[in-house]
């Protein structure tokens, strides 16, 4: 079987040949960190930009898992380079653990069930909408397509595991961002946007989710909940009514790193 037979093919259906050589690979990955100054070195692992991506080392998947995950959540061609070379793609986080994916490697997000908050002794979210200050510095572990962020207060951040995410840690993916703009006027914001797509775009979300109604688009704020093999919770989390990348693109917030 050649490296395109991967394309196609999951973990399960390689040959037993392959899993031992891919498991061996990756015991060695686990064990050593390797840097070369070319793409292929005499050891025949990848790198990037000189140095290999090694944090998902630090993820107690099994190498099926995570060969799976990225099946289900990139592409063939990242999970078939991962089995390969070792190498895990730029800018996809890490499942930590076995317990955050489902069978078919997605995320298990109904452990984080109705947004990840904490629950009153009714089952119901403690959570209250309310508009946060211009000046205010947000963070997020993630790309801009995502709407969790944390407050950042007097300088201090929450802590990796007090956020609950499934995710092993990446500061590369750390970012802050300033509050710009008032979120109680959001509609003024998407109405000024120079950009006609992404104006579009949101108006076709508040019309399918909202019912027209751009009042309904509101910031909430509450309390990570515990989750077990996810963190310990107990963070404050804004919950955005559009995903930081629009925010910014609308006004609302600025990346400050």
Not at 38 to 62: A, H, M, Q
Not at 175 to 203: A, M, W
Request: charged share 25%; aromatic share 10%; with cysteine.
């Amino acid at each position: 079987m050649n490296n395109d037979d991967l394309v196609t093919i999951s973990f399960d259906e390689l040959t037993n040949v392959q899993k031992s050589k891919f498991d061996g690979l990756a015991d060695s990955y686990k064990s050593k960190d390797i840097v070369r100054d070319r793409v292929n070195g005499e050891d025949g692992l990848g790198v990037v930009d000189g140095v290999i991506s090694n944090l998902w080392k630090e993820s107690t998947c099994s190498s099926d898992e995570l060969y799976n995950y990225l099946l289900k959540n990139v592409d063939a061609d990242a999970a078939r380079k991962f089995v390969n070379d070792g190498i895990w793609p730029d800018s996809i986080q890490i499942p930590k653990n076995s317990s955050v994916l489902n069978p078919d490697g997605s995320i298990d997000w109904s452990k984080a069930a109705q947004g990840g908050y904490i629950l009153d002794a009714e089952s119901k979210v403690i959570k209250e909408s309310f508009s946060p200050e211009i000046g205010e510095v947000i963070d997020r572990y993630g790309n801009s397509h995502g709407r969790y962020t944390s407050p950042v207060i007097d300088g201090n951040s929450y802590s990796y595991t007090e956020r609950s995410l499934p995710y092993v840690e990446d500061l590369s993916n750390y970012h802050q961002y300033e509050v710009t703009g008032n979120f109680n006027e959001i509609e003024k914001y998407v109405s000024n946007c120079p950009d006609v797509e992404l104006k579009t775009q949101i108006d076709a979300l508040v019309t399918t989710y909202y019912n027209d109604d751009y009042s309904k688009l509101l910031v909430y704020k509450g309390e990570a909940a515990k989750i077990d093999g996810w963190g310990a919770g107990r963070a404050i989390q804004y919950e955005l009514p559009l995903t930081v990348d629009q925010l910014i693109q609308i006004g609302l917030l600025k990346e400050l790193n």
